[in-house]
């Protein structure tokens, strides 16, 4: 049996308060990209009690991606978006979420992320990074925007850091590791990079002062 909605905000407020609750709940972010980065974030995100998420992927779950990302065996085949989707509301069944089957682009940023306090980059590929960054920063000022950078292989997870970089603009990872330098993306270090995008935006949410 599903619980109510007020049932599930109660558990949420005797956690962490009516103030951030409320807060929270009344938030919209915009993740671009569910691979390993923003599968991860997504699903923290709707455990915080964000209110709102706005999604976007063109791809589909293949079998590479099951040591990193949040998607089931089941759900090979399926296109990120409805799968995470599906995968979201199993644990906040009273979410708001826009979904996007689209490759992200300079041609539609704007359309996705218009509504969104907080846009979380998580693409794979340095210049798809850097054409979002570049673009939100340039056209989009009044948002806030959390990247992440260097997050391969098996290096220690006290080198993964979150930079705040301008005003509203913050920078996670090692800054360094590439996939391409031999071994690839592990579950629990890119994990942990997406832990940081996400308390991140969870501090920005809540006004927490970010040093």
């Given at each position: 049996?599903?619980?109510?909605?007020?049932?599930?905000?109660?558990?949420?407020?005797?956690?962490?308060?009516?103030?951030?609750?409320?807060?929270?709940?009344?938030?919209?972010?915009?993740?671009?990209?569910?691979?390993?980065?923003?599968?991860?974030?997504?699903?923290?995100?709707?455990?915080?009690?964000?209110?709102?998420?706005?999604?976007?992927?063109?791809?589909?779950?293949?079998?590479?991606?099951?040591?990193?990302?949040?998607?089931?065996?089941?759900?090979?085949?399926?296109?990120?978006?409805?799968?995470?989707?599906?995968?979201?509301?199993?644990?906040?069944?009273?979410?708001?979420?826009?979904?996007y089957d689209v490759k992200v682009n300079e041609d539609n940023i704007f359309e996705i992320c218009k509504d969104a306090d907080v846009i979380c980059e998580a693409f794979d590929k340095a210049e798809n990074k850097a054409m979002l960054v570049n673009y939100v920063l340039e056209n989009m000022p009044d948002k806030y925007i959390v990247s992440a950078s260097g997050m391969a292989?098996?290096?220690?997870?006290?080198?993964?850091?979150?930079?705040?970089?301008?005003?509203?603009?913050?920078?996670?990872?090692?800054?360094?590791?590439?996939?391409?330098?031999?071994?690839?993306?592990?579950?629990?270090?890119?994990?942990?990079?997406?832990?940081?995008?996400?308390?991140?935006?969870?501090?920005?949410?809540?006004?927490?002062?970010?040093?």
């Open positions: 049996m599903i619980p109510s909605k007020e049932e599930m905000r109660a558990a949420l407020t005797c956690r962490v308060g009516e103030d951030i609750t409320a807060k929270l709940e009344s938030s919209t972010v915009a993740i671009l990209g569910l691979g390993g980065l923003g599968s991860n974030v997504s699903i923290a995100l709707a455990r915080a009690g964000v209110g709102h998420l706005v999604i976007a992927d063109f791809d589909s779950v293949d079998m590479t991606n099951l040591n990193r990302q949040q998607y089931k065996v089941s759900q090979l085949g399926t296109k990120k978006t409805e799968a995470i989707k599906a995968n979201l509301l199993e644990i906040s069944p009273y979410l708001k979420i826009d979904a292989g098996f290096g220690s997870m006290n080198e993964i850091k979150t930079r705040k970089i301008t005003d509203r603009f913050f920078l996670c990872g090692d800054g360094k590791s590439d996939v391409n330098d031999g071994i690839g993306l592990v579950s629990a270090r890119v994990m942990g990079c997406a832990a940081h995008e996400a308390h991140t935006i969870l501090r920005i949410l809540t006004g927490e002062t970010h040093e």
